[in-house]
Every structure is written in C-alpha cells, then in structure tokens.
C-alpha cells in the first residue's frame, strides 16, 4: 500500500473555511426558509468591468479565428500583460519593476503556496498569528513544522504576535529566520503597515538574511496616501522581498483567476554549498516545470483593467466595496465594539461581545441575526475573541446584515 505524506496528518481537523460551510450547511438544513446573508468568505459579488469583458470577448473570437488562434502561451505570462503589470502597478508609483520579474499565474493562493517549495525542508519560518491560512498550512504539509500543540500553534514555527497592543501589526523577531509571511492590508485584520514599519522588516531581512514574502492581494483599497501599496517601495527591498498580487478582489477576478507574483533579479538564497543562488531563476524553472500559464483569454482580459476605461470601472468598484466597509465599521461601533480595518482594506475585525469565544460568537450571530462572519481563532491563536465580516457583499446585503447586528445582538 502506497505511502502518505504524514505531514498532512499534522493539520488541524479542517480548513477554516469548509468548516464555516458545514456550519452554514447544518444551519440551513435545519432552517430551509432563513434568509442567510454571507459575509465569511472574501468574494466578491459584482459583475467584470465592461473593458474587461469586452476585452475577453475580443480574445476569444480571436481565438476563433485561423490567424488569431493560439496555443500554449508562455509559462510567465503574455508581455501585453506583463508590460502594463510593471508600468502600471510599479512605474506609476516610482518603482523599478521589469516585466522579466513577473509571473503570471491563476492565483495568489497558489503563489503564495507554492513559494515554499523552492526553500528548504528545514528552513524557520515566521508567521504572523492572525494570518490567512494558506501560509502556515502549506509549510505543514512540507513537513517545517512540528505536530500541533494544545494551544494551537505548530513546533518549528516563529510565530509573530499580532494584538490590539500592536495595532495587529507584526514585527520582526528577536532570531534569526529564513522566510517570513507579511500582508497588508492585511487579512483578516484590515491592518495596514507604514513605510517606516516596512523599512524595519527590510533592515531585519538585509541584516540576517531572511526573505520577505509579501502578499498585497488588497493594496488597491489603500485610499491613504502616505501607506505603500508595495514591499518595495522601501529602499533595499528588492534584495530581500518577493511580492504576491492579484486580479480578484479589486478587478473582480476570484472565479476568473488571474495573479502575478514579483521576483526581483538581485533576490538571492544559499544553496547547501554556501553558495549564492538566484531566486528567480529557481521560481522560473518551478512556475515553467508545474504550470502551462494563465489562459490569453483571462490575461486579455486582465490587461483591459489597465486601460483609462478599465481603471475608472475597477475603482467604482473598489469605491462600492470600501462603502460597504464603511457601513459594517460604523455599525458595529454603533453598538460598542472594538473594531479595526475596513478604511484602507475590505475587512472589518471587531472584538467579539460579553467574552464570547470566536466559534461562539460565529454561532450567535448565525443563530439570532442569520449572518455569517469568520472566527478571528480560525486565522490563529491571537485570533481567539475576534471577529471578521466581509464588505464584498450586495449593498443591500450589507445594510440587511448590519441592521439585523443591530437589533438582534444589541
């Protein structure tokens, strides 16, 4: 009989959000007439820009023709794509990016997950607690991390507190590590770092060694101007950082997936030798040895969001999203709680009411108002006592699940 991966059996009972969908679903069976109102997962729920749409209708009638059909496409994605990626995302803000340190892929998730593979098996990780799942669980299944403990928290792994105290910001640790996992504006908090935060996570890279992984999946809902969008907008960044985007959540792309990741060419690692090791080149015979590209259809599409057209349409529609952030915000201030995020970022984190637990808290708000959030302990340890709600919802939706908040939790 074949073998497992054991490692896989160190992961805590369920990803967090399947385990919402069973509570949901268990909810739902025993109440078929409630009128639910999802605010857990961060999807989005308004249709493609027209520029975009048109843009992949273009691509697949091209596709339809004799002259314009195309096959396989470059692993790294199409230097239509690319081009606008590096002038847009970077140039536009002063930042020195080529389109050859670009990957296009179909997703953040995936990028972020997959990273861990061009590292060694004993490299120290150091992750913030709260933080989006998918980094700590992949390094689990690559076996860098000891079994789960009582109290929640994997052996092997540098965990970064993140806390009121803070402002759930992380800082770098007092040791030395070989990765550490960075967001912002974060999620699940909303938190959002300065130039001066980031400049010291920079210096700690530069000085031990480490290699930030940087994930600005939200930086389109940044409206401060004094908050950087990129990792490298900080001098020195480009020696130590890799940065993580993605088409979902500000162009609408989370069924449609389309994401880039940047390697800088100065980035490098160690081999077991002690020699130094180009990272990009490593992600390049990884990304071109694993994946066949995003689809031209999507890339065209994606593209079209840099258009002048594009570019006001996505910003409606981040505009929608942050109101709807807005009004969760001021609603739950409204009746006392503690809350973060949802101005620079889609989520609200609220402290949870009476001393309630997170799960318990998630099975009040399901039971008395029928609104669905995610429990801040589902994202970690220092999660426990905290809530997330999503603004990606129908505005309507948002103003339902508000009031009910109001009048059933108050």
């Known amino acids: 009989m074949a073998r497992i991966n054991d490692n896989y059996l160190k992961l805590a009972a369920g990803y967090l959000f399947p385990e919402i969908g069973r509570r949901v679903g268990a909810y739902k069976e025993a109440h078929p007439?409630?009128?639910?109102?999802?605010?857990?997962?961060?999807?989005?729920?308004?249709?493609?820009?027209?520029?975009v749409c048109e843009a992949m209708h273009t691509a697949v009638d091209e596709l339809g023709s004799v002259g314009?059909?195309?096959?396989?496409?470059?692993?790294?994605?199409?230097?239509?794509?690319?081009?606008?990626?590096?002038?847009?995302?970077?140039?536009?803000?002063?930042?020195?990016?080529?389109?050859?340190?670009?990957?296009?892929?179909?997703?953040?998730?995936?990028?972020?997950?997959?990273?861990?593979?061009?590292?060694?098996?004993?490299?120290?990780?150091?992750?913030?607690?709260?933080?989006?799942?998918?980094?700590?669980?992949?390094?689990?299944?690559?076996?860098?991390?000891?079994?789960?403990?009582?109290?929640?928290?994997?052996?092997?792994?540098?965990?970064?507190?993140?806390?009121?105290?803070?402002?759930?910001?992380?800082?770098?640790?007092?040791r030395p590590v070989d990765?550490?996992?960075?967001?912002?504006?974060?999620?699940?908090?909303?938190?959002?770092?300065?130039?001066?935060?980031?400049?010291?996570?920079?210096?700690?890279?530069?000085?031990?060694?480490?290699?930030?992984?940087?994930?600005?999946?939200?930086?389109?809902?940044?409206?401060?101007?004094?908050?950087?969008?990129?990792?490298?907008?900080?001098?020195?960044?480009?020696?130590?950082?890799?940065?993580?985007?993605?088409?979902?959540?500000?162009?609408?792309?989370?069924?449609?997936r389309c994401a880039y990741t940047v390697v800088p060419e100065q980035l490098r690692g160690k081999a077991g030798d002690g020699s130094d090791v180009d990272i990009r080149s490593l992600w390049n015979r990884r990304h071109t040895t694993k994946f066949n590209g995003a689809s031209?259809?999507?890339?065209?599409?994606?593209?079209?969001?840099?258009?002048?057209?594009?570019?006001?349409?996505?910003?409606?529609?981040?505009?929608?999203?942050?109101?709807n952030a807005r009004i969760i915000r001021e609603g739950l201030d409204g009746i006392g709680l503690k809350v973060w995020g949802g101005i620079n970022a889609p989520y609200v984190w609220s402290q949870t009411p009476d001393g309630l637990g997170s799960w318990e808290f998630f099975d009040r708000l399901l039971e008395r108002a029928q609104v669905v959030g995610t429990p801040g302990s589902g994202f970690g340890s220092c999660g426990e006592g905290y809530f997330r709600l999503s603004a990606f919802g129908k505005r309507e939706q948002i103003e339902e699940a508000v009031a009910r908040i109001r009048t059933k939790l108050s």
């Open 33 to 51: 007439d409630a009128d639910i109102i999802r605010l857990g997962i961060g999807d989005v729920v308004l249709p493609l820009p027209e520029a």
């Open 68 to 174: 314009g059909f195309r096959g396989y496409g470059p692993e790294q994605g199409y230097d239509f794509l690319r081009t606008a990626i590096a002038e847009h995302d970077y140039g536009s803000r002063g930042v020195e990016v080529s389109p050859d340190e670009i990957f296009v892929s179909d997703g953040s998730k995936c990028d972020s997950a997959n990273i861990q593979e061009i590292f060694a098996a004993d490299a120290v990780v150091a992750i913030p607690d709260p933080v989006y799942p998918v980094y700590l669980d992949t390094n689990v299944m690559a076996g860098r991390t000891g079994e789960l403990g009582d109290d929640g928290r994997y052996g092997g792994v540098v965990y970064l507190p993140c806390t009121d105290s803070t402002d759930f910001i992380a800082v770098p640790p007092d």
């Open 179 to 256: 990765l550490a996992y960075l967001c912002f504006p974060n999620n699940p908090t909303g938190s959002t770092a300065t130039v001066e935060m980031l400049a010291k996570w920079v210096e700690y890279a530069r000085e031990t060694g480490a290699i930030l992984l940087f994930d600005a999946a939200y930086e389109a809902y940044i409206t401060d101007d004094t908050i950087p969008h990129s990792i490298f907008e900080v001098p020195g960044a480009r020696e130590v950082a890799i940065e993580f985007r993605s088409f979902s959540k500000n162009v609408g792309f989370t069924g449609t």
């Open 296 to 323: 031209y259809v999507v890339q065209a599409g994606a593209a079209a969001a840099y258009t002048e057209r594009g570019r006001a349409e996505v910003r409606e529609r981040i505009d929608y999203y942050l109101d």
